[in-house]
Each structure stands twice: as C-alpha cells, then as structure tokens.
C-alpha cells in the first residue's frame, strides 16, 4: 500500500475550493427567482350624483388600506401617492396615486407580491370599495398603468 500523505497546502487548498463551490450554489440559488412584473390597475372613480375631488379619492383609499389592515408605510396628499404593505405569506406591497387627467379623477394602484401572481380580483377589489365607499363607480382605463 502506497499511501501519500496530504501536505497542509493542498488540504487548504481542496477547503478554498469547496467553499467557493458552496457558496457560488447557495448565490446561484437566489439568482434563479423568478422576476414578475407588478399588476396594476387605473379605473376613473366617476361619481353617481355631484362631484368628488381628488383628495376625497385619497382619503378614502388611505382609509380603505388601513380598515383592510395594511400599514400605510408613506402617504403624501400633496402629490396624492401612497405606498402600502399587507404581512402576508408572500407579502404584499401596494403603490397606489391619485390624478386628475381631462377633468376625470383617477385612481392606480400598483402590487407586488414576492413574485408570486396576485390572487385575481383583488386590486379590482380595492378599486370597486374605494368608489362604493365614495357613492361612485369604477370606469377601467385600458391600456393606463
């Protein structure tokens, strides 16, 4: 039996190499995600009788978002956009702005989740609660993000 004996430097050296393999795995691992562009949707909040303003639309989504339980993380009413995030498995993360374009209110919104598909309906949802609360309707914009 011939046997060699390995020197320290190749021990070290084998050691280098499989951490480099290990860790270029565990980076290859979170590369491989899956990239998935947000859903968005854009309706006209049009109301049913009178007028709305745009700030009404704000206020009513803010307060839309926290009785759903969201945590509104900012809210600007002066350029009416807010950001907004729901703990859930996969998390939920919202942008939603209001604007008024040729006279007509409207209201995006804009979620992301992880990746993962949003359930279906559930930004229409938020869109269609927002104008109830508001005694309007939703008209969608085709086409808008």
């Not at 020197?7 to 995600?33: D, E, H, I």
Request: net charge negative; glycine share 8%.
């Amino acid at each position: 039996m011939n046997m060699r004996k390995a020197s320290p430097r190749s021990l070290w050296q084998r050691l280098g190499l499989a951490t480099l393999l290990a860790g270029l795995l565990v980076l290859g691992g979170c590369m491989n995600q899956p990239t998935h562009a947000p859903d968005s949707r854009t309706a006209v909040i049009a109301p049913n009788s009178g007028t709305l303003t745009s700030q009404q639309v704000f206020v009513t989504l803010l307060t839309t978002l926290a009785e759903r339980g969201f945590i509104i993380e900012r809210a600007d009413p002066d350029l009416e956009r807010l950001d907004a995030s729901y703990a859930a498995r996969p998390p939920l993360a919202l942008e939603a702005w209001v604007s008024e374009v040729n006279g007509q209110i409207r209201l995006s919104v804009s979620g992301d989740s992880n990746g993962a598909d949003i359930a279906p309906g559930r930004l229409d949802n938020l869109l269609v609660e927002v104008a109830v609360a508001l005694d309007a309707r939703t008209v969608p914009v085709i086409g808008a993000p």
